[in-house]
């Protein structure tokens, strides 16, 4: 047979993620608040290491293979948050741990649930491993527990849910994860992304629920509230079979030791996280204040972003427009099946004052 070679169908059916936009033409300087990154950066920690490894010697050792059991940074995971290590496994990013779910969980023809607004990668994800991504509708944008049970079938694999979740910022109670978990068959993966716990005091995102169940995992970031977006380091925790069935599939040295040892540094930080889910939540709760008083739709928010809804997807248009012209980058959520909503990312309480500023100038126009 003659012709070029040609990717699987399954695979021409994914529309590639986009990332927030970074750059605006014609300007030097902007407010990125797109990809619910950390205003105030990596804690000093974590510079330090970083500083300590590319400074000095910088070149030495880059001949050498990192580590790829990521012994040191699972020890450091397991000893913070009080788990064993060898149920940890450390990924590029908590994209990785996502994709490796997929690929070891679904395949051909098999079932992935995620809530109607859940995070793009699990779809993505369960595409690129030939399975069907199933959306299951929501309750004023939170996570319907009934909903996602009845829409188990014998084909599904993996339930993905984060929570908080991205883009609506809105939470499931413990409760209602709980009966989540009893409600659904064992041979269902029940993957809780938690990628935005830290942003809630006291709440450890599941991990207590996976040491008690066989079909329960949690993925983790450093790429949310640690500052660490760019370093691409995740993690996930799970039952031993699980870690045993991730591990025949992950691409050994998938972490450079670089990226491993400020890793590292940013857990010994806790300082860092402290001030930062303090300042969130104070300049989170002055932006929903501000943006409900000028009329607009905005939930609860229990992570670093809100999600602003207008009466209309052009009013959407316009409001990111004119943010765009002042120089800040919102994220419009056209993707995620919200086109009246933009998702802003919590930035300092100066950048939440711009923000509204310039909202609230779009607002008053529309009436003239
Ligand atoms: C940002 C985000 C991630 C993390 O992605 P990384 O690959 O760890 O940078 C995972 N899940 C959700 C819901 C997110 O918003």
């Known amino acids: ?13 994914i529309a590639p993620y986009v990332g927030g936009q970074a750059k605006l033409a014609g300007r030097a300087e ?19 290491a970083f500083r300590a490894l590319v400074g000095g010697n910088a070149g030495a050792g880059l001949h ?15 000893d913070l948050h009080g788990l064993d290590a060898a149920r940890v496994i450390c990924g590029v990013g908590s994209d990785e741990i996502i994709a490796l779910l997929c690929h070891a969980y679904a395949g051909e ?49 993996l339930l993905f849910l984060a929570n908080p979740n991205n883009p609506t910022g809105t939470m499931l109670p413990e409760a209602e994860v709980v009966r989540l978990a009893d409600g659904l068959p064992s041979s269902v993966l029940l993957v809780l992304d938690g990628a ?12 207590a ?53 400020v890793a590292i540094a940013a857990l010994g930080d806790q300082a860092h996280l402290d001030r930062s889910r303090a300042e969130n939540a104070q300049a989170r709760d002055w932006l929903t204040g501000a943006l409900r008083a000028q009329g ?38 056209d993707g995620y099946g919200l086109p009246e909503a933009l998702r802003i990312t ?3 309480m100066e950048d939440c004052r711009r923000v509204a500023d310039v909202l609230a100038g779009v607002s008053e126009g529309q009436g003239t």
């Open 346 to 348: 919590i930035g300092t």
């Open 109 to 157: 023809g098999d079932e992935v649930l995620h809530s109607a607004h859940g995070f793009l990668m699990y779809r993505l994800s369960a595409l690129a491993a030939g399975a069907v991504p199933v959306a299951v509708p929501e309750r004023d944008r939170v996570a319907d527990v009934d909903a996602l049970l009845a829409a188990v079938t014998p084909r599904t694999k």
């Open 30 to 48: 902007v407010l990125k608040l797109s990809s619910n990154e950390n205003p105030l950066g990596p804690g000093p920690g974590a510079i330090a």
């Open 296 to 333: 607009l739709a905005v939930d609860e928010s229990h992570g670093n972003f809100v999600l602003a809804r207008f009466a209309e997807p052009e009013a959407a248009i316009r409001a990111d427009q004119a943010a765009r012209a002042a120089g800040i980058i919102l994220r419009r959520m």
């Open 209 to 261: 629920m996976v040491e008690a169940r066989p079909n329960v995992v949690v993925t983790r970031t450093f790429s949310k509230i640690y500052g660490l977006g760019g370093l691409r380091v995740g993690w996930g925790y799970a039952p031993a079979p699980v870690i045993d069935a991730l591990g025949r599939i992950r691409p050994p040295f998938n972490l450079s030791d670089l990226q491993q040892a």
């Open 1 to 13: 047979m003659n012709g070029l070679p040609q990717p699987k169908p399954s695979v021409q059916a």
């Open 196 to 207: 935005y716990v830290e942003y809630v005091e006291g709440f450890d995102g599941g991990l």
């Open 64 to 78: 050498r293979y990192p580590s790829s059991d990521h012994a040191r940074l699972r020890a450091a995971i397991a």
